[in-house]
T-cell receptor, first 114, second 115 residues
């Protein structure tokens, strides 16, 4: 299988700008997850898709964040009006159908908000 | 609520030494899964192992071994004869069999292996 891919790998933006990240899961993986990782911490869950349906969102996902997975394939994560506190690594993971299946992670998108 | 504690923030060893990374977890679920992931400097989380709560057998894979003890809620990871390529941050994680099965991660242990 080709692994999970994410684009871009790095993004530098100015405060107040909008940014969008893309995640391509492993083919035939129905579940897709977004996590956020800040320096010195473990990844924290943001949201989860089963096919095209967004089934769970963390309280970390403020109104400025929106995620989509049209057609149940790739997913996008958009952050509007970025703040310096949004600076982090955004990780995408995918897994097969069952809730017990292993999540495989992409390389992440490192966001720096100036 | 679930919680994973990795008390060791950073460990430094000399190549060929054995090293054990500790992981202690908290959960109210009777069915759950434990994981270890490796995060090298490149940033990508690499899956190492998954164990379910009903299987307490220890596992060995090459230089890696895992000790799962339900009685102490621990899932420790040992690297035998460490190598420089083992240098990375290692994360222990926990999930339950809910709808999302989101992972709860510890804060990680940074392992530095030097020559």
């Amino acid at each position: 299988d080709t692994g999970v891919s994410q684009d871009p790998r790095h993004k530098i933006t100015k405060r107040g700008q909008n940014v969008t990240f893309r995640c391509d899961p492993i083919s035939e993986h129905n579940r897709l997850y977004w996590y956020r990782q800040t320096l010195g911490q473990g990844p924290e869950f943001l949201t989860y898709f089963q096919n095209e349906a967004q089934l769970e969102k963390s309280r970390l996902l403020s109104d400025r964040f929106s995620a989509e997975r049209p057609k149940g394939s790739f997913s996008t994560l958009e952050i509007q009006r970025t703040e310096q506190g949004d600076s982090a690594m955004y990780l995408c993971a995918s897994s097969r159908d069952r809730s017990t299946d292993t999540q495989y992670f992409g390389p992440g998108t490192r966001l720096t908000v100036l | 609520a679930q919680k994973v504690t990795q008390a060791q923030t950073e460990i430094s060893v000399v190549e060929k030494e054995d090293v054990t990374l500790d992981c202690v977890y908290e959960t109210r679920d009777t069915t759950y899964y434990l994981f270890w992931y490796k995060q090298p400097p490149s940033g990508e989380l690499v899956f190492l192992i998954r164990r379910n709560s009903f299987d307490e057998q220890n596992e060995i894979s090459g230089r890696y071994s895992w000790n799962f003890q339900k009685s102490t809620s621990s899932f420790n990871f040992t690297i035998t004869a460490s190598q420089v390529v083992d240098s990375a941050v290692y994360f222990c994680a926990l999930t339950h069999t809910g709808t999302a099965s989101k992972l709860t991660f510890g804060t990680g242990t940074r392992l530095q292996v030097t020559l």
